[in-house]
């Protein structure tokens, strides 16, 4: 069960996003994304506290999921305006919560948790019949890796029950998208672990030398004399068994809080 989870936490990245999705289309393959921050209204220049939601579903044209090709990469890049800061914020260790139910996992990370969500994945294995999983995701400060901030996502099903963590590295770069999340499916459940879902929420807000801090903050920029601006908000990459590889970008509208 421990591998099952494994193909489940993959999902650490969305709930609480807006309704509407970018959808793509390759073949029998559909894929959307879609991602929003809570609150649209934000300071001009001094970013403040949000929430930062991503989710994505992966299903066949023709209704056939047994046709799906397999997840196996994720990679989310959320707008330069969102910044993570995680300074004085607990951190949670992998050997700590592996395995754990959610529970145990709250007990002994809660003051570490950033974020949660949902995953669904089709479980295939040679001489069953293909089931479906649906598992809750929570996702933990991690520890720091060749510099890299890490997100540990625990994914716990209670039927059938199991428990398994993906660690997911943070990167920064130049350009629209500053903050990269990604991960990719562990070479133990490429036989058999097929996502179709997975919706996250990132927020947490706690003290730092006395003062309030976010997890997520975000400003919107828009030019003097402008009370709303574009907001490119995110840019989803979904890479699938077989080199085939699916890019998708959500943007919306952000205002300036008077």
Known sequence: MRILLGAVALAVLGAGAPARAVTEQQGDLI?????????????????????????????S???????????????????????????GLPVCRAEAIQPATERAARRICGPALVGNGHVVVQVRIPGQANFFV????????????????????????????GAFILTFRVEHQGGTYGTVLSTKLPRGAQQWAYLTHFDLTLHRTFSFRGERRSYVSAACGAPAG???????????????????????????VCSVAE
Not at 40 to 55: D, F, G, I, N, T
Not at 227 to 240: E, H, I, L, M, V
Request: glycine share 10%; aromatic share 8%.
């Open 31 to 59: 894929v959307n994304f879609r991602g929003g921050i809570h609150p649209k209204k934000l300071p001009r220049e001094e970013p403040a506290p949000v929430a930062v939601s991503v989710a994505g579903n992966v299903r």
């Open 61 to 87: 044209a023709s209704g056939n999921a047994e046709a799906l090709p397999q997840l196996r990469r994720i990679t989310v890049a959320i707008n330069r305006q969102g910044r993570l800061f995680d300074d």
């Open 134 to 161: 649906h598992a809750k995701l929570l996702a933990f400060n991690g520890p720091r890796r060749s510099g890299h901030r890490l997100i540990l996502a625990q994914a716990y099903a209670r039927k059938p029950p």
């Open 226 to 252: 402008f009370n709303k601006a574009p907001f490119p908000f995110a840019r989803a990459t979904y890479g699938f068994a077989g080199g085939q590889q699916v890019t998708m970008s959500e943007a919306g």
